[in-house]
């Protein structure tokens, strides 16, 4: 951390990699720093002009879930693990936003626990390691081909989205199986009624008012919807043409 004074400006500026001596007014301007943090006179700004690439090592984003996505995919399909990515990435995809911070993989499991199946998948894969955590039953998928890492909870199927994981609970984006979105908003509609996350509420709201047609009401629950539109009303409309469409 370097600390800049002038009779124009007074800021911190934290970053990541930076070498050689800038003023603060050429550090806004130059391609070169990576995302860096001004703290000026109790506002903070974040250049536009930084260069997408950098900021590859300080914040996951779409592209880079979806490579990780991509390379499990691939593993758990070699040895016949049924699965479904979900979270916020299926907006992020939808929607063509590049920012995305949250993925699961939802994984069937059968004769065998799903976290036991995906641990045996990626046993000797040099670009995955997974880390189990008993106390808390969670388990953690970590692609480190990219820098950070990229973590992929591990979701047991039925406990999360549904039990089955086929073709009518599954659909393809760019080549990677997602969870439908009927059951995308089931599963975000029963996570949003425990926490009452403002992310899983944007989700709901976005797949909602985007895609209300061609969502199956049977795999929505009437009465948590109803509720939701009481608080977020802005999906109330949405709801109100699925529910006319099924004759209800």
């Known amino acids: 951390m370097r600390q800049y004074k002038s009779d124009e400006d007074q800021a911190v500026i934290c970053y990541s990699s930076f070498s050689g001596s800038l003023s603060v007014t050429d550090l806004l301007h130059t391609q070169s720093v990576c995302f860096l943090f001004i703290l000026c006179h109790g506002f903070l700004l974040i250049p536009h002009s930084t260069h997408p690439s950098t900021l590859h090592t300080i914040m996951s984003d779409t592209r880079r879930l979806l490579e990780a996505a991509n390379a499990l995919s691939q593993l758990l399909r070699q040895h016949s693990i049924a699965h ?30 799903p976290f036991r199946r995906v641990r045996q998948a990626i046993a000797g894969s040099e670009h995955f390691t997974t880390t189990h955590s008993p106390w808390s039953n969670r388990l953690h998928a970590t692609y480190r081909q990219v820098i950070p890492a990229i973590e992929i909870e591990i979701l047991p199927a039925g406990e999360y989205g549904p039990r089955r994981l086929d073709s009518s609970t599954i659909m393809q984006l760019q080549g990677i199986p997602f969870l439908t979105l009927s059951e995308f908003v089931r599963a975000k509609l029963k996570t949003w009624t425990i926490r009452g996350s403002d992310r899983d509420a944007q989700d709901i709201v ?41 004759g209800l």
Request: with cysteine; net charge positive; aromatic share 12%.
């Open 84 to 113: 479904a990515f979900y979270g916020s990435i299926v907006t992020a995809v939808l929607s063509d936003n590049p920012r995305c911070d949250e993925i699961f993989c939802i994984v069937e499991g059968g004769s065998t626990h």
């Open 206 to 246: 976005y797949a909602l008012c985007r895609y209300w047609n061609r969502l199956d009401i049977n795999r929505v629950p009437e009465q948590d919807m109803n509720h939701f539109v009481t608080v977020h009303r802005t999906a109330a409309l949405s709801w109100a043409a699925l529910k006319r469409k099924y």
